[in-house]
T-cell receptor
């Protein structure tokens, strides 16, 4: 089985500052990794995903993440955040033979002026 | 990207009544749909996986008689919360995986979610 740990439940950051949201996973098999964003009372929107190939993945809204197999991490980064990035961010993992996603507990990103 | 529509977005019902939530794939055929539940400030917990034309597979601890799932067509799955109680109040989210997608092609598309409040 796979599991996901998001180390920070809340991350406050000032507008235009860089941010990193941490995600670590555990799995005995190859996995696929995702980051989703959720705005209040809404569903999930895919930011980016890693399936194979280049370990640096670029997504929407200026976000990127790097897959590090040796550290079993998939941290999400953005060089300069906006107020509109305030949301809940979920890291998720799926095995290459499974169907459903396993989600981390989420990280609440709060961007202030 | 593909669109999944979930309806209603919000519902308030009286304790003891049943509520049906619909999840539709608007521009693709979904062989597999997933239902998640999300408590405030917490992550999504998978409740069940449904495949078109067959019975849903429920996760451990989820009462199948309370949370009835029907996936009668390739574009529609429904979740019915039967005899709802206040503890069933939660945010329910569906997601759908496209027909023909191999397992390694992972993306599942999410609905907007349904906020259920049982009073």
């Amino acid at each position: 089985a796979q599991s996901v740990t998001q180390l920070d439940s809340q991350v406050p950051v000032f507008e235009e500052a860089p941010v990193e949201l941490r995600c670590n996973y555990s799995s005995s098999v190859s996995v696929y990794l995702f980051w989703y964003v959720q705005y209040p009372n809404q569903g999930l929107q895919l930011l980016l995903k890693y399936l194979s190939g280049s370990t640096l993945v670029k997504g929407i809204n200026g976000f990127e993440a790097e897959f590090n197999k040796s550290q079993t991490s998939f941290h999400l980064r953005k060089p300069s955040v906006h107020i509109s990035d305030t949301a809940e961010y979920f890291c998720a993992v799926k095995s290459n033979s499974g169907y459903a996603l396993n989600f981390g507990k989420g990280t609440s990103l709060l961007v202030t002026p | 990207g593909a669109v999944v529509s979930q309806h209603p977005s919000r519902v308030i019902c009286k304790s003891g009544t049943s509520v049906k939530i619909e999840c539709r794939s608007l521009d693709f055929q979904a062989t597999t749909m997933f239902w998640y539940r999300q408590f405030p400030k917490q992550s999504l917990m998978l409740m069940a996986t449904s495949n078109e034309g067959s019975k849903a597979t429920y996760e451990q601890g989820v009462e199948k008689d309370k949370f009835l799932i029907n996936h009668a067509s390739l574009t529609l799955s429904t979740l019915t919360v039967t005899s709802a109680h206040p503890e069933d109040s939660s945010f329910y989210i569906c997601s759908a995986r496209a027909w023909g997608g191999v397992v390694v092609d992972t993306e599942a598309f999410f609905g907007q979610g349904t906020r259920l409040t049982v009073v």
